[in-house]
């Protein structure tokens, strides 16, 4: 019992741990947001929040900001809105609404996905390369502005900009 336990620990503690950043030469894929029906009536948010930013050549000068683009798509892989792409250093947040009754002129859910991109860095001296991790979540409010659902648990998004 106790040696199921000591594994089920173990198991859950590899689970949550956050990946190490380090530099991988691949494009980052969009944080992996399943569909999600939005009704007229209702919002949908996805919300980003950059949870480190490092300078990976030179710890003396302090990490530019991350390029986060976020935006929604319908099931046709068609854009639904405008996005956005915004700046932001550590610990800032931005988030971005999608309102059911301005994307559907019908009574029937519209099928979403959120899309959650890291871009390649601001204009960085090659000297100074650096890598971004962003944590993403997804709302479904109802009518009244409360929350109805948290539709992802957190989702970890990383880009290293070296060479790019």
């Given at each position: 019992?106790?040696?199921?336990?000591?594994?089920?620990?173990?198991?859950?503690?590899?689970?949550?741990?956050?990946?190490?950043?380090?530099?991988?030469?691949?494009?980052?894929?969009?944080?992996?947001?399943?569909?999600?029906?939005?009704?007229?009536?209702?919002?949908?948010?996805?919300?980003?929040?950059?949870?480190?930013?490092?300078?990976?050549?030179?710890?003396?000068?302090?990490?530019?900001?991350?390029?986060?683009?976020?935006?929604?798509?319908?099931?046709?892989?068609?854009?639904?809105?405008?996005?956005?792409?915004?700046?932001?250093?550590?610990?800032?947040?931005?988030?971005?609404?999608?309102?059911?009754?301005?994307?559907s002129s019908t009574s029937s859910p519209l099928s979403v996905h959120p899309v959650v991109r890291l871009l390649p860095a601001v204009q960085r001296p090659s000297s100074?390369?650096?890598?971004?991790?962003?944590?993403?979540?997804?709302?479904?409010?109802?009518?009244?502005?409360?929350?109805?659902?948290?539709?992802?648990?957190?989702?970890?998004?990383?880009?290293?900009?070296?060479?790019?």
């Open positions: 019992m106790r040696t199921a336990s000591v594994a089920a620990i173990s198991a859950l503690s590899c689970a949550i741990a956050l990946p190490a950043l380090a530099f991988n030469p691949q494009p980052d894929p969009p944080a992996r947001i399943g569909s999600i029906s939005l009704n007229p009536g209702q919002t949908l948010r996805v919300n980003a929040r950059v949870i480190k930013a490092v300078s990976l050549s030179n710890a003396d000068v302090p990490p530019g900001p991350c390029r986060v683009s976020l935006g929604f798509l319908d099931g046709g892989g068609r854009s639904l809105g405008p996005g956005v792409v915004v700046l932001l250093r550590q610990a800032q947040s931005t988030r971005l609404d999608l309102i059911g009754d301005e994307v100074n390369a650096q890598t971004c991790a962003v944590a993403v979540t997804v709302e479904l409010l109802g009518a009244n502005g409360h929350v109805r659902a948290i539709v992802a648990d957190p989702l970890l998004v990383t880009q290293d900009s070296a060479e790019q």
